[in-house]
């Protein structure tokens, strides 16, 4: 295959290019992870991105565009240091979420404007800036209101914990999320979904693992056990 | 619920089903879709996504009927496009169910919601499937009654294609037929929920209200970066069924019920395209893709759609001209004064040391016939040929093993049915683009093994799934001899029934590759086609303009096959030249040399010809020159007398397509006055006392007809008896002196002559490159996306270089893009070459 090279993306990059590249079968499959890996480098998926794909899967820049702009995890502007997902969906929404939301607009926004979905406060890509956007369920309804920052969990926010987070980040300090691995940012949180963990096993699984229930999650099921409530049979199918 | 009718008595036939729609029985072939059914029985359900050529897709979901299955209705009305006929299925269609009516009504509904309606200024308005079926199926008035989504337009995805994205209804037709059809996904589906839209990588960026980037930006792009140009864009235009993908060339020129259609034919390659062209006031404004199914399917590549405006240059040569003996300027003249001024000059060259014809691979059967004739009785020799490229005595002895074969021996059908093709010396994609589709679908859809004899993975190889047998170029006639030692298998596949041996007309740059396609021919069982680039090579072959063979295919050597045509033509005995003329090079040789006195031309560029210096010097040499031209060429220059031609739209006549299949069409532009060639030979023989009966078209064709019957009824001795005379060195025919060797085509689109004036398809010709393999390039310093120089010590051509995997020691370049490269290194494919890094 032809030798690519060029400016954005070092030897490094396409060395983990082809790397992806190895795990699949057909090299098409290498896709998604590939995106997250210009991600990693640029903060978004820029035309640079799309052709750097490209020319490693042998596809042409419609085919990945049309990938990349099916999915919102791939951003199309250049992104903050740190990417804030507000869950609006109906649970989250219902609980707060929607007021955590448009607070968050409005202490992010400058000059009396909120700031808008996958809109960045500060200059993209320098420490302290933030790109908010709303976002469908999260799966952590239980925990809701949810937020995440670079997809690390902050459960159970209210409006007034979600602008001390931000003001934080904006500090350019990490606070800890409610679970799993601490934060980072959002170039390295690509990096891992590209596939690409640290070497070291004790973080790698600190960065990956994390409790998978809260108390939260398991409050209902511990009511009915308490109270012995147990799920109808199911209906014989009347035949 | 519908109960099916209980005792129906008729038959089902194997493989076929019975079901009811609109209330009637009807028996379908398993696998049919409903839509199909409905339309046999002469329902046309409304659709948008379904085309017959493309898969089924489901997405417009403008079809939907209501069907009932083992008597219980499916709960929602079905896409009739995706659905497959069953038996004891019971559909209804918009005719006889309110239900699917009412959905009818409300897909158009939402479909028209984000739908500017701007029929009175689009493209489409007149024949749009969207206007039409919206006025048939739809509400008559909408009930939406916000704000529609808008978008910048039209975004220009090629130099040649616009993109409107509010007239998009999202059928995805156009992104279905470049990944399936072309092989080329230069336009996508992007976005998803309510911002779905088509477009290019670069589109994708151009959101409402972002002034919209450069045009040339706009274009998808190939893993080198360059522009990503398919050959087939045209068709997006022609099969959207709305205004959202419009051509750059008729956007806003006329409206559909301005323009009347004629049926015609493509006059570029041998695939001989049907088409329809659509004019107005005399002025032809667009070529659409006809419906042929046996040929074209209903496909064009984007030379035939777009190249036509050469006809209307304003450069056009109208009345003929003659040079003033005393400025030296060319004057224009009367009709009888040029003809009489042709037709002296030409009986004293015939008389003296003779004249002779080289015609040009354009021409129609008619007019080639008319070529033929003219040289064996008004000039007396056999000094014709109609190969304005590359040729060789082999080939002609090849060729006559052609003349006479019909699509019984190869067709398209039998392309696609074949287990296995051969490709020989031809780029499909660039030298015959319909045959380049069949393969692919041949490859695509029956698993059809392909392999292409060639120095480098090409596009042709990519898209057809195909393989490379690799050699040097030069080498192909040993690589075939090595087939059944080194390639067993594909020597097994060509030995199964129905396997093909495409030959195109690189082969005769190429020593004892005939003779080599013929053995292996023989071993296997393999049939052999002949695939010329131009659409009138076929035609001219079967007209005898050739050196060595008569109309029909005998060989002018054959004493009884000459008095047979003595007697069609109503000769005297005796009179046909028996010794077998000069080919294309001998000709320009002897004129150079003052061998020859005069020279009839018809639509030849030098620079096409195998050594544009020798042809340039005949020219120049030649007592008398006569060019027969639509339009001032290289030959103008040195021609004394020019007599204008008319164009394909202005007359009649019929190609031979590489098949041998006929291809007639009518006159598009009545009344022109425009004369084709064989009415013009006609009235010049006249003046030289020679009477060729080809007035018209239709004469010319039953006089043909007549020679080649003439020919049958005598017993062909052996078919290219006669060779060409050879006695002459092959000057600039040199191998050149370099260690490289070169390989070289032409592209489809390049600078042609027939291409002139349509910038937005030249804006779509692949870049010129010279292509070389990383270690060749290493070897001689050159850096991929540097330039290189291929040099000769006749000259040389810089371009940019591109790392493919060629055989090391061998470089590739383009034949005419952007020079001829013929008349820049006087080599040709096989030829010796030095290489150098070179600067811009
Ligand atoms: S551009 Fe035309 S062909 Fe393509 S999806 Fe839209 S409506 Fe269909
Ligand atoms: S494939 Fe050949 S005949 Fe068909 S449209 Fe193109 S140039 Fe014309
Ligand atoms: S609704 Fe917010 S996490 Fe599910
Ligand atoms: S025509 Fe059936 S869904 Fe489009």
Known sequence: MTEVQDSVFDADIHAKAKEIISRYPQSRSALLPMLHLVQSVQGHVSQEGIAFCGKHLDLTDAEVSAVATFYTMYKRKPCGEHLLSVCTNTLCAAMGGDAIYRKLQEHLGAEGKPLGHEATAGTPGEPGS?????????????????????????????????????????????????????????????????????????????????????????????????????????????? | MTMAPEETETEVPEGHVKLIVDGEEVIAPKGELLIRTAERLGTVIPRFCDHPLLDPAGACRQCLVEVEMGGRPMPKPQASCTMTVADGMVVKTQRTSPVADKAQQGVMELLLINHPLDCPVCDKGGECPLQNQAMAHGRASSRFVDTKRTFPKPLPISSQVLLDRERCVLCQRCTRFSAQIAGDPFIELLERGVHQQVGTAETAAVFSGTPAPEPSDMASKTSSGAPFQSYFSGNTIQICPVGALTSAAYRFRSRPFDLVSSPSVCEHCSSGCAERTDFRRGKVMRRLAGDDPDVNEEWICDKGRFAFRYAAASDRIRKPLVRDAKTGELVETSWTEALRVAADALSKARDARGAAVLTGGRLTVEDAYAYSKFARIALRTNDIDFRARAHSAEELDFLAGVVGTTPDHVSFAAIERAPTVLCVAIEPEDEAPIVFLRLRKAALKHSTKVVHVGQWTTSSVRKTNGELLACEPGGEAAALDGIAQHAKDLDAGLAEAGAVILLGERAAEVVGLFSAVQRLAERTGAKVAWIPRRAGERGALEAGAAPTLLPGGAAVSDADARAALESAWRLDAGVLPSSPGRDTTGILWAAATGDLDALVVGGIDPDDLPDPALARKALAAAGFVLSMEMRPSAVTEHADVVLPIATVDEKSGRFLNWEGRPRPFTVTLEGTNALPDCRVLDTLAVEMDADLFTQTPQASFADFERAVSAGRSVVRETNGSGTAEHSRPHAGESNGNGKLKLATWRQLIDEGSLQAGEPHLAGTARTAVVRLSAATARDHGIEPGEHATVSTERGELTLPAEIADLPDGVVWVPARSPVSIRTALGVGHGGAVSLSGGTA
């Open chain 1, 130 to 239: 933030i790109t908010l956007e709303h976002a469908e369920c999260l799966a952590a309804c239980d925990l809701a209101p949810v937020l995440q920052v670079n997809y690390e969990f902050y459960d159970n926010q209210t409006e007034q914990s979600a602008v001390e987070l931000v003001d934080a980040l904006q500090r350019g300090e990490k606070p800890a999320p409610t679970r799993g691995a601490p934060l980072t940012d959002l170039k390295s949180a690509e990096l891992q979904l590209a596939g690409f963990f640290p070497e070291d096993a004790e973080r790698f699984a600190a960065d990956v693992d994390g409790p998978s229930a809260a108390t939260e999650t398991l409050r209902g099921a511990a009511l009915a056990q308490e109270r012995g409530w147990v799920a109808p049979p199911m209906r014989e199918e009347n035949a």
